[in-house]
């Protein structure tokens, strides 16, 4: 499949064109970046990781009855994927107060909470990807009620799937940021579930594996990515 011209360039990754409309490449960056871009810095290793670990945990959904956009892997960093649209909303799923969750409610992170906890954010940094709700994107058309009850459901399915994967391999899924797109009018599984996108703690020791040692210069940021996939293989 020939690389064609790049159609997006983002905070961790790049999107190019190919060959067949119906399908993008994606290359994953070693580039961190936290809090909208303001804190920028460099996981030596990291996209390698991401674009493994992700195509790891996408084979294993799609296996479950979830449809995504992974369609191979080409290179340590590059995986071909449908073309798909992206809908301009972030799911975040929280089994375990952490995070903004627990600052905006003044809970300490680790409070374990009675059910799951589902979040949107609008998918627009300029304003900061604010967090909305169902009415909101029913009213400014982010996505259709059908589309919403399709994302909510795959949502949870992912997060039942995934809390048991991790479990067996000793990390507490703690919580993580899906995205989804169109791909022939239907609503599939896009994006990456990294440690970028995850808040991944050991079960035994709450260490933290993730994106956060970055985010709060806990250090050891590339040896928790690598361990994450190596835990997972
Ligand atoms: P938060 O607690 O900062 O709102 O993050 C919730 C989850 O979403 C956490 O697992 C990290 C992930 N996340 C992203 O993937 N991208 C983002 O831009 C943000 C803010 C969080």
Redesign the pocket.
Known sequence: MDKKEMLYEGKAKKVFKTDDEKRYLVKYKDDATAFNGVKKGTIVGKGAINNKMSALLFKILEEKGIPTHFEELISDREMVVKAVEILPI?V?V?NVA????AKRLGLDEGTKMETTVLEYCYKNDDLG?PMINEYHIKAINLATKEQLEVVEEYALKINDILVKFFKERNINL????LEFGLYDGKVILADEISP????LWDLKTNKKL??DRFRRDLGDVEAVYEEVLDRLK
Do not use: H, Q
């Open positions: 972030e975040i929280r952490a995070g903004s969750l990807d703690i919580d993580f940021k970028d996108t995850c808040r993730d994106k």
